[in-house]
């Protein structure tokens, strides 16, 4: 099965920047919209951005909002989320998604889980401690 590949993550102290990076198996012009979600232990799976392929509107979570940033690259067919001024709450396994749905016309609709994203990447750990 074709699958995001997703890379970046690690340790970084309070305050500090990290850049993930996904990678899509197919153009990523294909898909309707791409994102990260977050699972952090203890919690709910976390929206954290989104953005729509059409017309690269964008979501943020409140969480994340000033601080993270996400992009794309159709020519490396690859999604990245830059993440400053990180926080020891910003913690989690960092998942890639995509979906081929149509469905959502506004960014927040795939981060919301209201439309399903259909392909989740493996997750990359990201870990802010001091």
């Known amino acids: 099965q074709l699958q995001l590949v997703a890379s970046g993550g690690g340790l970084v102290q309070p305050g500090g920047s990290l850049r993930l990076s996904c990678v899509a198996p197919v153009f990523i012009l294909d898909y309707f919209a791409v994102g990260w979600f977050r699972h952090a232990l203890g919690m709910e799976r976390e929206g954290v951005s989104c953005i729509l392929i059409s017309d690269d509107s964008t979501y943020y979570a409140d969480s994340v909002k000033g601080r993270f940033t996400i992009s794309r690259d159709n020519a490396k067919n690859a999604v990245y989320l830059q993440m400053n001024s990180m926080k020891p709450e910003d913690t989690g396994i960092y998942y890639c998604?995509?979906?081929?749905?149509?469905?959502?016309?506004?960014?927040?609709?795939?981060?919301?889980?209201?439309?399903?994203?259909?392909?989740w990447g493996q997750g990359t750990q990201v870990t802010v401690s001091s």
């Open positions: 998604v995509a979906s081929a749905r149509s469905s959502g016309t506004r960014p927040y609709y795939y981060c919301s889980g209201y439309v399903d994203n259909d392909y």
